[in-house]
């Protein structure tokens, strides 16, 4: 991914939700532990962290359609971050929201089953949140099934 030029030290927008006990900032992105620990981060840490918020903002903004929040992020062996979630009436999930040349695909699962691609690559940011989100419940629903990668 490509690390962003800033001009700031710190995503930090002054919305932090960690202060009011969420583990994944509403405001920033940043985890409760990355927005405790900034100060002293390494210069490739924090870039790292950079390069994630944009698939974490959108991941923020696809849970409050739902009326949900982030409950954690768990990261892969191969690196990819899933967002977790409580759904009222399917319990967790994870979903992951990638981008690529064309847009970002959505991706989910479910404790101990492999993952699947719900959308075709999304391009229009300005719905992805919502649209996504839509997709989520109907596959949590067993309505929508997943779509070729």
């Known amino acids: 991914m490509t690390s962003y030029s800033t001009d700031s030290d710190s995503p930090c927008i002054a919305l932090c939700s960690t202060a009011l006990g969420d583990n994944v900032c509403r405001g920033c992105g940043r985890t409760f532990i990355e927005v405790a620990e900034w100060s002293a981060l390494p210069g490739a ?12 903002r959108q991941a923020i ?7 949900r929040t982030l409950e954690q992020l768990d ?11 409580t759904h009222p009436s399917a319990g967790v999930v994870q979903f992951a929201l990638r981008a690529d ?18 959308t075709k690559p999304l391009a229009d940011e300005a719905e992805l949140a919502e649209t996504a989100a839509r997709r989520l419940v109907g596959w949590l629903r067993g309505e929508w099934p997943a779509v070729a990668d």
Do not use: H, N, Y
């Open 45 to 56: 840490d924090k870039a790292a962290i950079w390069d994630c918020l944009p698939a974490r």
């Open 61 to 67: 903004a696809l849970a409050a359609c739902l009326g």
């Open 75 to 85: 990261v892969d062996e191969d690196g990819t971050e899933w967002a977790r979630l």
């Open 101 to 118: 040349p064309d847009g970002w695909r959505l991706w989910a699962r479910r404790a101990g089953s492999p993952s699947e691609c719900l």
